[in-house]
């Protein structure tokens, strides 16, 4: 069965670092992957999505990479701010439209 | 505007008494799922749906069923809802087929004592 790790599980930086979230599987057979968002008492918000044929995604200061040989991905984010804090979660998705997620980073980027 | 809505939004409710959480999405997604979320396990997924009338058990089905009967709506029904089943639920929506962006709705809070 897919288990999905993220590290680190929690973070807080002052604002203008940069960053990298990473996500790992265990079963390296990932088809997609996406990136989430999730506000507090809110639902996932897709941030970006690496599909098969792809090897990352970029938007805004947002960059995500996905290295399926190894079953690994990251999220970089550029010059943090503080409407950047949330949790974080990763999914794979398998052929079947299944996913997978991550129990997720939580940010917190301190003005 | 393109939304996944569930309701309740929150709800407290007593052992055994049958339940059910809407959703309905105005994507005309083919794919629709329920996942639950509970601390240090993430969201794992309860039932999902291909199509009208075509439904699957995801990771955790025990103790819930689903119907969809029409596109835009999949509903979980709890029929006897125990203390373990206290959790975030989330209902999302895509289109078919691997590659598509997953929408989610806002969530709803389940406590059942």
């Known amino acids: 069965k897919q288990e999905v790790t993220q590290i680190p599980a929690a973070l807080s930086v002052p604002e203008g670092e940069n960053l990298v979230l990473n996500c790992s599987f265990t079963d390296s057979a990932i088809y997609n992957l996406q990136w989430f968002r999730q506000d507090p008492g809110k639902g996932l918000t897709s941030l970006l999505l690496?599909?098969?044929?792809?090897r990352e995604q970029t938007s805004g200061r947002l960059n995500a990479s996905l290295d399926k040989s190894s079953g690994r991905s990251t999220l970089y984010i550029a010059a943090s701010q503080p409407g950047d804090s949330a949790t974080y979660l990763c999914?794979?998705?398998?052929?079947?439209?299944?996913?997978?997620f991550g129990t997720g980073t939580s940010l917190t980027v301190i003005p | 505007e393109a939304q996944v809505t569930q309701n309740p939004r929150y709800l407290i409710t007593v052992t055994g008494k049958k339940l059910t959480v809407t959703c309905s999405q105005n994507?005309?997604?083919?794919?629709m799922s329920w996942y639950r979320q509970d601390p240090g396990l993430g969201l794992r997924q309860i039932y999902y749906?291909?199509?009208?009338?075509?439904?699957d058990k995801g990771d955790v089905p025990e103790g819930y069923k689903v119907s969809r009967k029409e596109k835009r709506n999949f509903p979980l029904i709890l029929e006897s809802p125990s203390p373990n089943q206290t959790s975030l639920y989330f209902c999302a929506s895509s289109l078919l087929g691997s590659g598509n962006t997953i929408y989610f709705g806002e969530g709803s809070w389940l406590t059942v004592v």
């Open positions: 749906s291909m199509n009208v009338e075509v439904t």
């Open positions: 994507m005309n997604h083919e794919y």
């Open positions: 999914a794979g998705e398998n052929t079947g439209n299944q996913f997978y």
């Open positions: 690496i599909q098969s044929s792809q």
